[in-house]
Each structure stands twice: as C-alpha cells, then as structure tokens.
C-alpha cells in the first residue's frame, strides 16, 4: 500500500511572495520526504472555515501568515504558552486530533541570533523599533533570553505603550526620536519595522551615538543588508540579518508535520537568496 503523503500548507492574505514553499520542499526533497507543502491563498473572510475545514481535508498542517497570525491562537484547540503570550501563532499542526498553535518566530528570532551573535543572550539591554505583531515575538524571545531592560521605540506611542503594559516588568517605552539618546547604553538593537525594507521608506534614525559594542539585527531580509545593518557595521557593530529568523522559525513546523528535524544550511540560504 503506498503511504500516506502529508500535506502542509502556508495560509496568507495575499500569498504569492511567501518564500516558505522554497524552503520546506527542499527540505522534503533533502530528506526524501513523500510529502508536500504549498501556498494557499485564503482571504480574512474564509479563514475561520479554512482552519475548520482541515482535518476532514486532510491537511497534517500549516503556517499562517498575515492578517491570520492572532485568529490562528483563537480558533486553535491548543495553544503553546508562548503563541497565547505573543498573540499570535504561525505554526498548526495536529496531535491526537486535536489542532495545536504555536508561535516559532520568537524561538526563529533567537536562533537566528545564537547562530550570527553568539553571547547576544549574556546581555541585557535591548531597544526596540517597532510595537506591532513582530515585535511581540522579539519581545517575548529577549525576555526568554534574560534581558531586563527593553525599549520599545515606535512611531505611534500610544502602541509601544501598550506593548510594555502587556510585556510588564522591565519593558518600557522612548519616543521615536528619542533613539540617539538610548544608543549608548543599547546591548542589542532590533528593528522590526518595515522601515529599509524594500518598497518602504528608508529609515530616519540618528545613529550617531551607536558605539562598536552593540549587535544589530533586523527582521527585514530583503534587502538582506537593509540601511540600519549597513549603517551599524561601517560603525563596527555585528550585525545579523533577518533571514535567518525566516528560515529558522520554518523548522519546528517541517517536524511537526514531516517527521524529520531540518537543519538550516548554507546551501538553503543561498537558495532563497537567489530567489529574491
Ligand atoms: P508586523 O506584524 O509585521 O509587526 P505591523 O503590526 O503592521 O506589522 O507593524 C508595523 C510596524 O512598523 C509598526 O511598529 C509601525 O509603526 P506604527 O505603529 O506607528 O504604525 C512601523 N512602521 C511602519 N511604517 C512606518 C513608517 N513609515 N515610519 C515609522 N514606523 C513605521
């Protein structure tokens, strides 16, 4: 009898830029998996019926994307503690029937860094840029990894102060023009506005105070090297791309769903790369 293939999904509004079907059907091909993983595009409007819809369709699961990411931890049977801190949840899978949400950008996010900045996590103090969905997910990771003092930086102020009441306890808010002020002190800074990615406004951030000892990271990867990691490593700063967060959140959900623990290699990244 031939074996079951699973099939996986990423569920997005839109869709067609995904670049998760690259990553997880090389690791199917890698690994010899006889499974699948594709991109479906499912409106705001349709996705409660989607997600009510996969287990009679056969699906082991999926990543959500956006505008899914926070309805995905509502309509989840369960939900790791992580997903319910964050708000939002990119991973489901099934597990005895029942349909389970996971949050793994936080966990991608720091990976990412224990691979580009190792000692990032003997730190302690973080800024910011950004208070949206992306931002919760770095949030809650510095938090994880010990950090005791974090700045959220963001435009409108009224968000970054609701981040830090949701965060509590060593979070705390800086005007957006208020960075420069902040750099000195900065161990770590993120950004995870879309401010340098392509398409979007460059950045305005006064980066004169930013000394050699900071690591600076963007969740932004594409560019791979966005105007702030330019900026930060003519400054001498290690800088860490946003790439690697992309490709690490990814393998938590190949295994749920496949199996198999993938690694993430040079070889992946220079495939995506010369997909962009
Ligand atoms: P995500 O879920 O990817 O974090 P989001 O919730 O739309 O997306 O958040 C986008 C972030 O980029 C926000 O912090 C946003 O700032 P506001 O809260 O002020 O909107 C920030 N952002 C987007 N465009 C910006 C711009 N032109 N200048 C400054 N910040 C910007």
Known sequence: MAEHAPRAFVCGWPITHSRSPLIHRYWLAEHRINGSYDAVAVDPAGFDDFVGGLREAGWAGGNVTIPHKERAVALAERREAAAERIGAANTLWFENGRLHAANTDWSGFAANLDQGAPGWRDRERAVVLGAGGAARAVIHALQVAGYRQIAIVNRTVERAQALAARFGDGVGTAPWKGLGGLLADCDLLVNTTSLGMEGAPGHDFDLAGLGDRTIVTDIVYVPL???????AAARGCVTVDGLGMLLHQAVP??????????QVTDALRALVIADM
Do not use: K, N
Request: glycine fraction near 12%; aromatic fraction near 18%.
């Open 253 to 262: 959900g190949f295994e749920a769903w496949f199996g198999v623990r993938p």
């Open 225 to 231: 090297v966005t105007p702030l990691l330019a900026q």
